[in-house]
């Protein structure tokens, strides 16, 4: 069975900065990509960073303040988060694809993070 655990959320003054990671644990034979969704209250889950094969995409609200990592060898990403806004508060999943023995991609997620940006 695969496990992804976030770790790294917290309360944070706007302007601060977090740092979240996500390792994938269990049975499995390799991670083909991770990323990171949020969701606000009221809102719906979003995409906010994304890493596969080295490449990686961001939402525009993220650009230039969020910077997604991975450790291949420890199975973890990660999610520098500089420069926070109140509005970057949210509940922060984990997502990977994973290849198993029975399956070349499925989806894994978190059980999410909490970020609350406040002053």
């Known amino acids: 069975q695969v496990q992804l655990v976030e770790s790294g959320g917290g309360s944070v003054q706007p302007g601060g900065s977090l740092r979240l990671s996500c390792k994938v644990s269990?049975?499995?034979?390799?991670?083909?990509?991770m990323g990171w969704y949020r969701q606000a209250p009221g809102k719906e889950r979003e995409l906010v960073a994304h890493i596969s094969s080295g490449s990686t995409n961001y939402a525009d609200s993220v650009k230039g303040r969020f910077t997604i990592s991975r450790d291949n060898a420890k199975n973890t990403a990660y999610l520098q988060m500089n420069s926070l806004k109140v509005e970057d508060t949210a509940v922060y999943y984990c997502?990977?694809?994973?290849?198993?023995?029975?399956?070349?991609?499925?989806?894994?997620w978190g059980k999410g993070t909490l970020v609350t940006v406040s002053s």
């Open positions: 997502n990977a694809i994973i290849q198993t023995a029975t399956w070349s991609g499925m989806n894994y």
């Open positions: 269990g049975r499995f034979l390799g991670v083909n990509a």
